[in-house]
Structures are given as structure tokens and as C-alpha cells.
């Protein structure tokens, strides 16, 4: 929940980080394996509708796969952080993958392996006019039942897993490509090879990479965002906005005050320096603590440049109201000091 939510994490990342292109490939990779999963889901679903006598029959090799997918979440995280279910759920998804696209030895339990691409085969029948074939996993049974994944049927069709995976490659990972990011060169080669060369486009040739991105972000950009926005309410250009307003303020307070010292003016009159030393000594103390202490009362957090959210997470807000209190306390010491000083020192007319 805002202000730790993945939207806040993402404009953190944009804005402050200047390194937006790291979660924008794991997103990416996140959405070619749910993907994928839609994918194989449509497609066992349309096993179970068209050829029921499957389930009589006894189960196919590939009819197996499907069987015990299961029900397929899109869990977060590094694949490392997995349970083991879900860790085979996976391995049997880009088994299942790699298999349609041509390669029937492949066994389901192994995350390694390579592979000629079918997508090019499939490519040259439909324009010689042929209708290309379902997965090659039903090549066994009668041809009456075989079911045509790029079907109308289907929303997800096989060409676009083959172009989520080569847009993956040629806009994050190639030398000179659009938002190239830094990664290992060997887990570079490792999918460059298997795109490019292999044929492969299931979610495994990305494992390596994203796993290396999240633990990347986990190490160097999260704890930076979770001191931005639980101990603060403040982006960047509005601590520096502070910063000179406090300045200001504090200067015009000082030099108001030392002529009011040096022209003997009365106190009634000098009761105005409340005005430049409170704005001065608030703006100064939001700039250094990071924290609006009225804003953050209100339960606002700034996620871009004077646009305000509320903050949702109560454990957030009763810190953020923790340590607000704490430096409106202080903002009041120092201010309540400064204009005692000035409205109470005698004056002397020079």
C-alpha cells in the first residue's frame, strides 16, 4: 500500500534512481511469464474441451504436462525464493514450451537446454497456405482433434510468446539497444544464444536475468526507497525548494532582527520577526529530516513534485506521525529561542 506500494517503488526508481530500465525488464520478464501462462492455460483448456476421451484413454506425455500445471500463479520475487511446488510448476511450463517448439527429447525436470525454433516452420506453412499444427505433443492422437493455438479461439497466440521474448532481448539486453541495462556478460550470452540461435523463447532463458536484476534492486535501490518513504514525505526538488526558502526566510528574519536591535524598536513591533524565523526555521528543519511535519500529520506523502498521495500502510503512518512530532518539536524550540532573543534583547540606537 502507498507510499511503499510498486507505483511509489517505480517513480522512486524513475525519478531518483535514474535506473528505471532495471524494473522495467523485470517487469517485462514478469509479463512474458505470465505470458506464457495464459498461454498454456487457453491451450489446456482447449485439450480438455476438444478431446475428452483423452481423460478415458489414459494421459498422453504432453498430456501429462498440461494435467499437472495446475493452477498457475504468477508468484514475485527471484525464482530462488520459490517453493518447490511452484519451482516445478515452472520447470514444467518451459518444458512444455520448449517441447512445442520442436524439441521432444527434452525432458520437463531440466531448466538447462537448447533447441531449433518451430516459430520459422510454423511461418513457412502459413504462407505456402498450410494450416500450421498444434502442439507437437499431439502428434499421438487421431488429427481430427488437433486444436490450432494462433486459432480466433485463442487470446494469446504462439507468435507472441516468440516476439514478448525477442522484444525482451533487443530493447534491455543487446549492446547499444534502446534501454540497455548491465548484466553478466555470460548470463548475456546464455539468452542471446538461446533466443538467437536455439530458437527458445520460454520464461527459463530469463531466470539467470531477472533473478540477477531483482537481487540487484533488493541491494542497492530498495533500502534507499524505504527510507525515502518511511521515514519522509519529501521528494528531492521539494527538500531543495525548502532548503532556499529556508534560507531566505532565516536570513530576512536575522536581518530584520538585528535592525530592530540597532534601531531601538519597540517589542510590539518586533513581533513580526515571528514570521520570517518560523518560516525559516520550519523550511530548514522539513529540508534536513526529509519530512513535511504538517503534511505528514494529514497523512500525505509527495511521490512527484508537489503531487500528493495518502498513505495507506499504518505501520508507514505511525511512523511518519512519530517522526513528525519530533521534528515539530524542535522546529518550535529553535524558532520560540530565536525570537526570544530578538524581541527581548535590548535595544541600543546606533
Known amino acids: 500500500m502507498a507510499p511503499v506500494d510498486l507505483f511509489s517503488f517505480y517513480i522512486f526508481m524513475r525519478d531518483q ?21 495464459h498461454y498454456v492455460r487457453e491451450l489446456r483448456r482447449s485439450v480438455l ?25 504468477d508468484p514475485s520475487g527471484p525464482s530462488s525464493n520459490l517453493n518447490t511446488d511452484e519451482r516445478m510448476k515452472d520447470q514444467h511450463l518451459s518444458a512444455f514450451l520448449r517441447q512445442e517448439n520442436g524439441n521432444v527429447n527434452h525432458s520437463p525436470h531440466s531448466s538447462l537446454g537448447s533447441q531449433q525454433s518451430g516459430i520459422r516452420r510454423s511461418g513457412d506453412r502459413a504462407l505456402n497456405g498450410e494450416r500450421p ?7 499421438n492422437s487421431s488429427p481430427a482433434h488437433i486444436t490450432d493455438s494462433n486459432s480466433p479461439a485463442h487470446t494469446v497466440a504462439r507468435a507472441d510468446i ?3 521474448a525477442e522484444k525482451i532481448l533487443y530493447t534491455f539486453l543487446l549492446p547499444g539497444s534502446e534501454r540497455e541495462i548491465i548484466l553478466p556478460q555470460g548470463i548475456l550470452n546464455d539468452i542471446t544464444t538461446s533466443i538467437e540461435e536455439d530458437g527458445r523463447d520460454d520464461p527459463e532463458v ?13 541491494r542497492d535501490a530498495f533500502p534507499g526507497f524505504l527510507r525515502a ?3 519522509g514525505n519529501l521528494v528531492p526538488p521539494s527538500s531543495f525548494l525548502r532548503l532556499c526558502l529556508g534560507l531566505l526566510g532565516l536570513f530576512g528574519g536575522l536581518w530584520a532582527g538585528f535592525a530592530c536591535i540597532f534601531l531601538d524598536k519597540p517589542k510590539h513591533i518586533r513581533c513580526w520577526l515571528i514570521l520570517p524565523f518560523t518560516i525559516g526555521v520550519y523550511s530548514l528543519s522539513s529540508q534536513q529530516y526529509s519530512i513535511d511535519p504538517v503534511l505528514a500529520l494529514a497523512g500525505l506523502s509527495e511521490y512527484t513534485f508537489m503531487n500528493w498521495s495518502r498513505i495507506r500502510e499504518p505501520y508507514i503512518r505511525k511512523l511518519l506521525n512519530k517522526r513528525a512530532m519530533m521534528v515539530l518539536f524542535f522546529t518550535v524550540l529553535i524558532g520560540v529561542a530565536l525570537i526570544v532573543l530578538f524581541i527581548f534583547v535590548p535595544g541600543k540606537r546606533l
Open 17 to 37: 534512481q535514474r535506473s528505471v530500465d532495471y524494473l522495467d525488464f523485470w517487469l517485462d520478464v514478469s509479463q512474458h511469464m505470465s505470458l506464457c501462462r
Open 49 to 73: 474441451v476438444e478431446t475428452p476421451e483423452l481423460e478415458k484413454a489414459g494421459s498422453k506425455r504432453s498430456s501429462y504436462v498440461l494435467d499437472h500445471l495446475g493452477e498457475m500463479n
Open 133 to 139: 499444427p498444434r502442439a507437437s505433443f499431439m502428434t
Open 162 to 164: 516468440r516476439a514478448s
Open 206 to 218: 530469463f531466470d539467470a536475468a531477472k533473478d540477477y536484476t531483482f537481487q540487484a534492486m533488493e
Open 229 to 231: 518513504k518511511a521515514l
